[in-house]
């Protein structure tokens, strides 16, 4: 079992940047790929990015390219997602999640956190 708790969401303009930090419970956090997701109000549920256990691979989804990057500390159970760039089009939900391998669907995922609310203002 591993519960997920996400933090670091909040109200940013335009341009700006934030880290997620999500905080993973128990001794097994290592051995889980873990992906972030977030959902709009509306919409459904979109894959943002994924890092394998061993940090040797990750993907991002193309709406985030070159503006979001995942990485993740494996001795302190926490994977980040930093942020830059914001745009309005990012204000969602945004939700981490942990499961065997990195995937980019959330059906692949174990775990989910409850969320944090990140805002962007134009």
């Known amino acids: 079992q591993v519960q997920l708790v996400e933090s670091g969401g909040g109200l940013v303009q335009a341009g700006g940047s934030l880290r997620l930090s999500c905080a993973a419970s128990?001794?097994?956090?290592?051995?889980?790929?873990m992906g972030w997701f977030r959902q709009a109000p509306g919409k459904e549920r979109e894959f943002v990015a994924a890092?394998?256990?061993?940090?040797?691979?990750?993907d991002v989804a193309d709406s985030v390219k070159g503006r979001f990057t995942i990485s993740r500390d494996n001795a302190k159970n926490t994977v980040y997602l930093h942020m830059n760039t914001l745009k309005p089009e990012d204000t969602a939900v945004y939700y981490c999640?942990?499961?065997?391998?990195?995937?980019?669907?959330?059906?692949?995922?174990?775990?989910w956190g409850q969320g944090t609310q990140v805002t962007v203002s134009s």
């Open positions: 890092i394998s256990w061993s940090s040797s691979s990750t």
């Open positions: 128990g001794r097994t956090f290592g051995s889980y790929a």
């Open positions: 999640a942990a499961g065997p391998v990195r995937a980019s669907t959330w059906n692949r995922y174990y775990y």
